[in-house]
């Protein structure tokens, strides 16, 4: 299902909103929501802010420590290995702030070596928040790919992209 792909990288969970007259405390905590595509499928999403005011990227590694980080500037990196092998590399590519508002790029890749076997995919996400009447809106936009061979063939399928959007509530 495609939702799921949009849900991927860790469940990237990442919301930030700004306007001139709010304070970084307002942006923190938790945001939740149900996010719709196009196509009808919809996901429940939590979205956590760092008491700065910063979104916060969780993961969980093949140890089965789940951990969070805060995403603060462009160029940072997160890279680690989830259950089940292979390496998970995240990476922040665009950050954009405006009045009442904020956009957020990431790219990521995934890949995993077994039996001869190489498995690549790649991610790239753009989160699109405005802070609106009603709550947080939050857009969406994920393309993905994904190549599977071994030292003689590599195919892959079309790039898939998928667009969800939906408003967020401040949870108490």
């Known amino acids: 299902m495609k939702m799921t792909r949009l849900l991927g990288m860790g469940v ?9 007259a709010l304070e970084a405390a307002d942006l923190t905590g938790a945001w939740k929501g149900l996010l719709s595509s196009a196509d009808g499928s919809q996901a429940e999403v939590q979205i956590d802010f760092s008491p700065q005011g910063f979104p916060l990227y969780s993961y969980t590694n093949n140890k089965g420590l789940t951990r ?9 990196t997160v890279e680690y290995v989830p259950p089940g092998g292979g390496v998970q590399r995240m990476v922040v590519e665009r950050v954009e702030k405006g009045p009442g508002r904020l956009t957020v790029g990431i790219s990521g890749s995934f890949e995993r070596a077994s039996q001869g076997y190489l498995n690549q995919q790649q991610e790239a996400a753009l989160f699109e928040y405005t802070l609106v009447p009603g709550g947080l809106k939050m857009r969406v936009t994920t393309s993905s790919t994904s190549h599977f061979g ?7 399928g079309d790039p898939d992209a998928v667009v969800a959007e939906g408003v967020l509530q401040k949870l108490r």
């Open 68 to 76: 969070q980080v805060e995403l603060s500037q462009v160029g940072q």
């Open 12 to 20: 990237m969970v990442m919301a930030l909103v700004m306007s001139d």
């Open 150 to 156: 071994d030292k003689d063939l590599m195919v892959g």
